[in-house]
């Protein structure tokens, strides 16, 4: 039995759940979410909470279980708390700026680097070289968040570029670093 498609969903006040055969609808303070998930998990709302069961053993039932359950899970959460990822920019004259609906970056490039809030995302820049990514769906969220660190990864020699806040660098010496003749 799959440890974590066992555990029964909680859902807290406030948030709404629909089940409509293998459809899943949450509504809830931050925003709806809906997502159709696959035809062979059963699916069983009783009063407090969500039980996701699986017909029977084959490997595709297994497999489909603890990911059902989590994505579940996951617009639970979205609706009620929402998702964020921190973005922070390292880099002499690396910086952010919001312009409407757009996010600029000026990341080391000839020119600046536009690009558009997907619907339900928002971003915040709170600073020039932090980036806060918003929104009630996980995947969406995570995304956008891989999309802009994507438009100037770090490097390794001197840690320039995007990276996420609770992201670890590993720095490598430059050529001076070899020792030697």
Not at 80 to 92: A, C, M, P, T
Request: glycine share 14%.
């Amino acid at each position: 039995m799959s440890r974590i498609g066992k555990q029964p969903i909680v859902i807290p006040a406030g948030v709404d759940v629909t089940i409509d055969g293998s459809t899943v609808t949450v509504k809830g303070p931050k925003g709806t979410l809906t997502k159709t998930m696959h035809g062979n998990m059963i699916l069983e709302k009783d009063g407090t909470g969500i039980k996701v069961s699986r017909p029977n053993d084959d490997k595709l039932n297994r497999s489909l279980h603890g990911l059902t359950r989590t994505l579940i899970n996951n617009m639970v959460v979205g609706v009620n708390e929402g998702f964020k990822k921190e973005l922070e920019i390292n880099g002499v004259g690396f910086r952010a700026a919001k312009q409407g609906k757009q996010l600029v970056l000026n990341v080391g490039y000839s020119h600046q680097v536009f690009m558009d809030e997907p619907e339900g995302v928002t971003v915040e820049v709170p600073a020039p070289n932090k980036i806060v990514v918003l929104g009630s769906d996980k995947q969406k969220v995570g995304q956008f968040a891989a999309e802009i660190r994507g438009k100037r990864p770090p490097e390794p020699y001197k840690g320039k570029g995007i990276k996420y806040v609770d992201e670890t660098i590993r720095r490598k010496e430059g050529k001076a670093g070899k020792g030697g003749k």
